[in-house]
């Protein structure tokens, strides 16, 4: 989710710490998968935040929006990549994650740099068939526990 370093204008003091606090409680009982995908949401809420504020010329706020989105794909999602995990596919798997991010922040940087709305969408894209995937695999994960911890499963009975 995005969050902004200004003020919410619409939204009373209470009302911001009682949706921190809905945003904290969310990433506690999280799953991995989970994880990540609110990763991707929170890079995209930005990315939109950013669209918003290049629309209105408001510069600064746009600056900070793809500051977060950036931060977000660099600190977040590029930095969860293990490339010892899955053998020579997942190093494969992970440095091709790893360069897709970089160009997705550079697509950001020039999308500030040049005012450019195209850049935006691109980048949006871009994340968005990535996120697409992490919400497939984490419904199939849903679906799998679901069938595991089901009643009529005894395979996991004493």
């Known amino acids: 989710m995005y969050t902004s370093s200004a003020p919410a204008p619409m939204l009373n003091p209470g009302a911001r710490a009682y949706a921190r606090v809905g945003v904290e409680s969310a990433v506690m009982s999280a799953s991995p998968q989970q994880l990540v995908t609110m990763l991707f949401d929170g890079a995209k809420a930005a990315i939109g935040m950013a669209r918003h504020h290049m629309a ?3 510069i600064s706020a746009k600056g900070n929006a793809i500051s977060k989105a950036v931060s977000i794909i660099d600190s977040g ?12 596919a997942g190093a494969e798997l992970a440095a ?3 360069a897709l991010y970089d160009y997705i922040s550079q697509r950001l940087m ?5 005012n450019d709305p195209s850049l935006l969408e691109e980048a949006d894209r871009l994340l968005e068939n990535i996120a697409s995937a992490w919400r497939e695999l984490e419904g199939r994960t849903k679906q799998s526990a679901a069938a595991v911890n089901s009643p009529g499963n005894l395979s996991l009975r004493g």
Do not use: T, V
């Open 56 to 58: 209105n010329g408001d």
């Open 77 to 88: 999602l590029k930095a969860s990549l293990d490339p010892d995990s899955g053998g020579a």
């Open 96 to 98: 091709n994650l790893s």
């Open 110 to 114: 020039y999308a500030h740099l040049r």
